[in-house]
């Protein structure tokens, strides 16, 4: 689909004529950075200041975790201790079962693309489960790596329910971050009350475990052939295999990387005076997204869906569309 321009201006040129007639987004950490949701990659993220000396774990554990902090979230670790896992997310787990956070306006961005019947799909490397908070259709919402919405064990795949899942954490689980008094100086398994193995944990998928089969299932549904626009938000573009849908879309469609430096050159994403399809709008999504809605003239139906947004979002919308 060729752009009148390889800008915000010639992506929202092809939504309102017509021409791009189907969106497929992938989306990862930065799409929820509005929301206040820690970002685990970026500097300053959870792995980055991973301390595992303050994990409950053996020695050999705490040096693997040192050498590679995304071992914390691995099934490699998990499967003999689960501890470590539930203490890094404590306060994630706690929150988003409380609802701590909202969804952002580049959420009700991707709400408004179902709304007027452009939306296909929406792949999220998030866990966070904020693009439920729109009300979109289940069907719709690819969790690549799994949700923290659904509390499951890893052993016997038997389920919790959540707030019951709230209540094990917060009486078993120490807090490393040190802002909850109530919370136990030591941490205690969970065990599953089904199988009694110490599984129980949220529907995450672990390092070194498989992705749900639904993402395999919908992508050969959805590329090359059915998606004009692919939307590429908050992601390094790293992680196998989620980074590859950018490269099983055909090759006539446009893909729009919005992202806070380029992303996705090894995957033949081109930037600059080699882009031929390929837009690329450096930054944060709320932002991106709110001068594309502008573009798009939904600012108002945006505005309908304030009361339930982020602050922060909210904030942002109002401040600059009295």
């Not at 199988?195 to 390092?207: D, F, I, R």
């Not at 980074?243 to 990387?257: D, E, F, H, P, W």
């Not at 090894?266 to 001068?291: H, M, Q, S, W």
Request: proline share 7%; net charge negative.
């Amino acid at each position: 689909m060729p752009l009148s321009s390889l800008d915000l201006q010639g992506i929202a040129t092809a939504i309102l004529s017509g021409e791009c007639k189907s969106l497929a987004f992938l989306t990862g950490a930065g799409m929820s950075v509005a929301a206040g949701i820690p970002d685990f990659r970026s500097p300053g993220g959870m792995y980055d200041t991973l301390k595992p000396e303050l994990l409950t774990a053996t020695d050999k554990e705490r040096s693997m975790m040192a050498s590679e902090p995304t071992a914390v979230v691995s099934w490699d670790l998990f499967r003999h201790n689960q501890l470590p896992y539930l203490e890094l997310r404590r306060p994630f787990i706690l929150g988003l079962v409380e609802g701590q956070w909202k969804a952002t306006l580049s959420h009700w961005f991707v709400r408004l693309c179902h709304d007027k019947g452009l939306l296909r799909r929406l792949y999220t490397q998030n866990i966070d489960g904020l693009d439920f908070q729109t009300e979109m259709p289940a069907e719709l919402v690819v969790g690549v790596h799994g949700t923290m919405g659904v509390i499951a064990c890893e052993h016997c795949s038997a389920e919790v329910p959540a707030l019951q899942f709230r209540d094990m954490v917060r009486a078993n689980i120490k807090d490393i971050y040190n802002t909850d008094s109530s919370a136990p100086k030591e941490s205690t398994p969970i065990p599953c009350p089904k199988c009694s193995k110490n599984g129980l944990k949220p529907a995450t998928v672990l390092y070194g475990t498989n992705l749900p089969a639904r993402f395999h299932e919908c992508s050969v549904q959805d590329f090359p052939q059915n998606v004009d626009l692919l939307v590429v938000v908050g992601t390094s573009l790293t992680v196998s295999p989620a980074n590859n849908v950018v490269v099983q879309v055909s090759g006539t469609c446009n893909r729009l990387v919005i992202n806070r430096e380029p992303v996705g050159q090894n995957l033949g994403i081109k930037y600059g005076t080699g882009a031929v399809r390929d837009v690329f709008c450096p930054g944060d999504a709320d932002p991106t997204f709110l001068e594309l809605m502008d573009k798009l003239g939904w600012i108002g139906e945006l505005k309908q869906h304030s009361d339930k947004m982020a602050p922060a979002s909210r904030d942002l919308l109002w401040s600059k569309y009295p």
